[in-house]
């Protein structure tokens, strides 16, 4: 697992592909544990097309896909003509009802995921941030990466999925009475709707947490995006503004960014990248010494040629502790050659 600091430090300005990935991971493996029946079908056929088009990890997309392509196969509708093939007639009971020893095969976003863990979401609390901040990310980068008329199919989408399946009853219940009478058409209307809920769930417990003290101190909630990420978000102050709450915004200067920051969060190959850079810094730290600079050293064994030697090289630089070691034997060495060839000398 890759240190919380360093996500803090190297991607607070985009968003993380590897907690979309947890989550979605997470929200199938919680669907596929459900009591499912003829009437979750659709929502899960809803949710599992929004993330085969529209999550940003291709092997997310590559098991949602999959999903879709045997849903026929393990999950039959009632009334179809099809029967279901005999290796699979003892799984489905003809009532609806998924082969769910087949489901449960099928992985969503890998075989290795989910994996236990947050990076980006991950809280200073045990009970803090997590599954639920990775559904939010999901549906963010999910909005901001649809085709421009696909508003609509978003949103019933992800009601469906709250509706059915998120575990948060109070933020279900909170979820679809803020969406009931939202009309979205447009990838703009979407991403700046669920932006603004996301921000009206955020002033709601930020009070919550001001009065109960069980907030996450390391992660308050704010009106987000903060000053710090987009300077251009906000308009000028107003006077008699109480606070940031009371915000202005520049909406399409807000669209442009959660468009940076969510369209193409950062990707695992940058992130592992990232740490194998961090990891070699770190190395080379540990691994390296500082040679003392001999140019001013008279005598001692040390013959001319050698402090000519020394002088032209840069000793002040950090070289690998081999070689360093290795240069010191060979100095030693020079020197007593050195030595005795003034003995010699002298004796003629």
């Known amino acids: 697992m890759f240190g919380v600091s360093t996500f803090r430090l190297s991607f607070q300005k985009i968003a993380d592909i590897y907690d979309m990935e947890e989550a979605v991971a997470m929200s199938f493996n919680i669907i596929f544990n459900t009591v499912l029946d003829k009437d979750s079908r659709h929502p899960v056929t809803l949710f599992a097309s929004l993330v085969a088009n529209h999550h940003p990890s291709r092997r997310c997309r590559k098991g949602a896909a999959n999903l879709l392509w045997r849903m026929d196969e393990i999950w039959p509708l009632v009334d179809e003509e099809v029967q279901p093939s005999p290796a699979h007639m003892e799984g489905s009971k003809r009532n609806g009802e998924p082969d769910l020893a087949e489901l449960q095969k099928i992985k969503i976003c890998g075989d290795d995921r989910p994996r236990g863990s947050w990076r980006s979401c991950q809280g200073s609390k045990p009970t803090s941030r997590g599954y639920s901040c990775g559904v ?42 803020y969406s009931e009478n939202a009309t979205i058409t447009t990838r703009k209307e979407a991403v700046l709707w669920f932006w603004k809920t996301h921000n009206i769930v955020n002033k709601r417990l930020a009070k919550e947490d001001l009065a109960s003290g069980n907030g ?40 442009k960014f959660l468009m940076k920051f969510y369209a193409h969060p950062l990707g695992e190959g940058d992130i592992i990248a990232e740490e194998n850079r961090k990891r070699t810094l770190e ?35 950090a070289v690998p502790a081999g070689a360093a070691i290795a240069v010191a034997i060979a100095s030693c060495a020079f020197g007593i050659v050195a030595c005795w060839w003034r003995v010699q000398q002298k004796k003629r």
């Open 136 to 177: 939010w990310a999901t549906f963010h980068s999910l909005a901001a990466r649809l085709d421009d008329k696909e508003g609509a199919i978003w949103l019933k989408a992800v009601r469906a999925f709250m509706d059915k399946f998120f575990t948060c009853d109070t933020c279900r219940v909170h979820f679809l009475k």
């Open 216 to 255: 996450d101190p390391e992660y308050p909630k704010i009106n987000w995006p903060s000053k710090e990420l987009c300077p251009m978000c906000r308009a000028v102050p107003l006077p008699g503004m109480q606070g940031d709450w009371d915000a202005t915004w520049v909406e399409d200067e807000v669209y």
């Open 283 to 317: 190395q080379n730290a540990q691994d390296t010494i500082v040679t003392p600079n001999f140019d001013g050293i008279r005598g001692g064994g040390f013959g001319e040629e050698n402090r000519v030697q020394q002088t032209q090289m840069d000793t002040s630089t």
